[in-house]
């Protein structure tokens, strides 16, 4: 049996939706816990990976500085007095009670307005040197998709946001060669479908392991219910037998009255 058969076996065996992956039907219950859960486990990678994209957007003002020292201002107007602001200040949100209630929008936002500065310095940079901030749109996206810990619905929503945002603004906006926008926007849809499958199959995998054990969980309540209750079997039954002896020795007792 092939990978997709196996997929669809799993998301009618776990009651998934098959395009959100929450759980449906019966285990619908199971959605809210799995939610909390799966936030609990992602915070400390949230925070690796957000802490990480603050350092490696701030560091790349060094290559605004070696390739266009003329724009330096206006580039570092969006990256460090735009961007990397609201990064820092989503980094001390994470350490708030509630923001695991909201992390999975807060990560979403985090991917659009990281790709949002990137194609801002895009388009203030001169048209020659414009495209070279390209590996930029395609390093959000790999984040996205493998560092934040983002659920598919969410993964996906982001990402098609800043690859819709890029065939936009490359088109409309950015003086840059036809066909080079049309290869660069290719490279960026199958460079998204890639992601959104990888997304799918590691949200699908962390479902499956939840399912299996609150099943586990499920089987040894059960063990254990079927252990009590043997036990107080067995501790009635040895009641009834020391009962039933205490008995027999009065019963000899008396006999042993009665011959004297």
């Known amino acids: 049996m092939n990978q997709p058969e196996n997929e669809d076996s799993d998301i009618l065996k776990l009651g998934l939706n098959p395009m959100t992956l ?5 285990g619908s219950e199971l959605e809210a816990h799995f939610l909390a859960e799966y936030a609990t486990k992602s915070l400390n990678q949230f925070r690796f990976a957000l802490f990480a994209a603050l350092i490696i957007y701030s560091l790349f003002g060094i290559l605004d500085v070696a390739l266009i020292p003329d724009f330096k201002n206006k580039f570092w107007t969006v990256r460090y007095l735009m961007v990397t602001p609201v990064l820092f200040g989503l980094l001390i949100l994470s350490f708030l009670s509630f ?3 909201i992390m999975q929008f807060v990560s979403a936002f985090l991917v659009i307005i990281t790709a949002q500065g ?3 310095v895009m388009w203030l940079a001169p048209p020659d040197l414009s495209n070279y901030y390209f590996p930029g749109i395609t390093l959000v996206l ?8 983002e659920r598919f619905i969410w993964a996906s929503f982001s990402g098609l946001a800043v690859v819709s945002s890029y065939i936009i603004f490359s088109f409309s906006v950015f003086d840059i060669p036809f066909l080079l926008n049309v290869v660069n926007s290719f490279f960026l849809v199958f460079l998204n479908i890639i992601g959104m499958y990888i997304a799918y199959n590691m949200e699908l995998n962390s479902r499956k392991e939840y399912h299996s054990k609150q099943l586990l969980q499920i089987e040894r309540s059960k063990l254990k219910t079927l252990s009590a209750r043997m036990e107080a079997k067995v501790k009635d039954k040895s009641a009834q037998i020391g009962n039933l ?3 027999i020795q009065k019963e000899m007792e008396n006999l042993s009255k009665k011959k004297e």
């Open 142 to 149: 790999i984040m996205n998709y493998g560092f934040f810990k």
């Open 99 to 101: 923001f695991k209630r």
């Open 22 to 26: 929450a759980f449906q039907g019966e």
């Open 118 to 120: 990137v194609l801002a």
């Open 245 to 247: 002896n205490k008995e």
